[in-house]
């Protein structure tokens, strides 16, 4: 929040039913301005629906969301005043250039020519895309096209960006790439960016995640928070004289740990620390040693019963087509 209070993004009680199907059903977070804020969760569980209702393109059926203090129903003209929106789908121009694709955006915003030009530079130069701005856009790799995607939502200098699955389709190096400049991004525009994933590594990178199931956040943190308030880490330890590491870890640790076939494992809060520990004495009898820490994943499974990964259809979801659609109007 900012010293005046003011949320970046409000959501109360935000609901949309779509006849008899609840797809949002009655939600409540606050992002504050500066946050990178992601919605983590699997394909139908209402993602699309929520960023659709907070970009004012759907209407919800309860509740109400506000953008920097603007009502998203009845101030939807402020609130996109203040937003900008890249969709998962390219809605660039392959026949235009880069630089031609924006300087069009600028003139729909009804910017000055030195503005845009002005703005164009600094947004192509933040973005990596300066060198090819005469390029063709059809001559873009994916990731190129991504990243004037995010040029052309911040040319009007929005205060929170909506992204819809930024990097979903490209390879993990240019994945990696989106969000470096997302990051710098935040720090050039001190804007707040909201975006929707089902991609729990990506989640990671957020400042907070809403994981959401079935149209209800089922849980909101940091990454750590959550992680951490689903169980300890787990070492495994293997070794050729478990008798021995057995005793050991009671007599210098207190640690009651489990054995099979030859296989030491127990749990503690936090594992890089314990490991140095365990070899500072040396003399006992390793060959190798695996800790793993709990994942977004266990989150998911912890509150909703089943993985993540299972909860993914395979295929392109429909949820997705729509929000593609809405995005072409
Ligand atoms: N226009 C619509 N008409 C009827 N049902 C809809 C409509 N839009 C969404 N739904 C339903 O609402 C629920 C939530 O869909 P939504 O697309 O918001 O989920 P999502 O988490 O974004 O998943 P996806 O990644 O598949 O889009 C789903 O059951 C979906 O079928």
């Known amino acids: 929040m900012n010293p005046n209070g003011t949320a970046a993004i409000s959501v109360r009680g935000l609901t949309k039913h779509y006849d008899d199907v609840e797809a949002v059903r009655g939600i409540d977070f606050d992002v504050a301005p500066g946050e990178v804020f992601g919605f983590l969760g699997p394909n139908g569980a209402g993602k699309s629906t929520t960023i659709s209702m907070l970009c004012t393109l759907t209407a919800p059926t309860a509740g109400t969301a506000r953008i920097h203090g603007c009502d998203v129903v009845t101030q939807g003209s402020a609130v996109r005043r203040n937003i900008g929106v890249v969709f998962q789908d390219s809605t660039i121009d392959?026949?235009?250039?880069?630089?031609?694709?924006?300087?069009?955006?600028?003139?729909?915003?009804?910017?000055?020519?030195?503005?845009?030009?002005?703005?164009?530079?600094?947004?192509?130069?933040?973005?990596?895309?300066?060198?090819?701005?005469?390029?063709l856009t059809d001559t873009y790799s994916g990731g190129m096209k991504r990243r004037l995607e995010i040029a052309r939502g911040l040319l009007h200098s929005p205060r929170v960006l909506f992204l819809d699955e930024p990097t979903v389709g490209l390879d993990p190096q240019t994945r990696k790439a989106i969000w470096n400049y997302l990051r710098e991004l935040r720090e050039a525009e001190d804007i707040t960016v909201f975006m929707t994933t089902h991609y729990m590594e990506e989640a990671e990178h957020c400042d907070r995640i809403a994981i959401m199931d079935h149209g209800v956040v089922i849980a909101l943190d940091t990454p750590a928070a959550l992680k951490a308030g689903v169980g300890e880490d787990r070492?495994?330890?293997?070794?050729?004289?478990?008798?021995?590491?057995?005793?050991?870890?009671?007599?210098?640790?207190?640690?009651?740990?489990?054995?099979?076939d030859d296989v030491v494992t127990f749990s503690v809060p936090d594992g890089e620390v314990f490991i140095p520990q365990l070899f500072a004495d040396g003399g006992l009898p390793i060959d190798s040693?695996?800790?793993?820490?709990?994942?977004l994943d266990d989150v998911f499974i912890k509150r909703t019963g089943f993985s993540l990964r299972d909860a993914e259809p395979p295929g392109r979801p429909a949820g997705d087509a729509r929000l593609r659609a809405m995005g072409r109007r």
């Open 94 to 135: 392959r026949y235009l250039t880069g630089e031609q694709n924006l300087r069009f955006q600028a003139s729909l915003y009804g910017m000055s020519k030195q503005e845009g030009a002005r703005r164009i530079k600094d947004l192509l130069d933040l973005v990596g895309l300066w060198e090819r701005r005469s390029s």
């Open 235 to 260: 070492i495994r330890i293997h070794t050729g004289d478990s008798e021995t590491v057995v005793a050991a870890l009671r007599k210098r640790f207190g640690i009651e740990a489990e054995v099979h």
């Open 289 to 295: 040693v695996h800790m793993a820490r709990p994942s």
